[in-house]
Nanobody
Framework: QVQLVESGGGLVQAGGSLRLSCAAS????????MGWFRRAPGKEREFVAA????????LYADSVKGRFTISRDNAENTAYLQMNSLKPEDTAVYYC???????????????????WGQGTQVTVSS
């Protein structure tokens, strides 16, 4: 059982930045593609970003493209989500997730991920 622990959330003004971290309990993290999802109050969980096992490819939701950057440090067993130019509509609980299946998987689909963190709250004030 892999445990994922997110950190780095908080309250920030619009236009500000935050960096979320996702630390995994199991090595090597390179076994897993990593994804970030979020759930805003009253809304469904939605895809934010994903990164392949070797970090050779990344994928972003249109709503965050150009503002958010997903990365990973397999040596540190940690994935990251750098969030810049934050908007009030980015307010949500952010979750990281690990996927161990085939590389052809559509990483935007949450149901296939094997492990999830507990989430970290991000609040952006206007």
């Amino acid at each position: 059982q892999v445990q994922l622990v997110e950190s780095g959330g908080g309250l920030v003004q619009a236009g500000g930045s935050l960096r979320l971290s996702c630390a995994a309990s199991e090595r090597p993290l390179s076994r897993y593609a990593m994804g970030w999802f979020r759930r805003a109050p009253g809304k469904e969980r939605e895809f934010v970003a994903a990164i392949t096992r070797s970090a050779s490819s990344t994928l972003y939701a249109d709503s965050v493209k150009g503002r958010f950057t997903i990365s990973r440090d397999n040596a540190e067993n940690t994935a990251y989500l750098q969030m810049n130019s934050l908007k009030p509509e980015d307010t949500a609980v952010y979750y990281c997730a690990a996927y161990a299946g085939r590389s052809s998987y559509d990483y935007t689909r949450s149901y296939g991920y094997d492990y999830w963190g507990q989430g970290t709250q991000v609040t952006v004030s206007s």
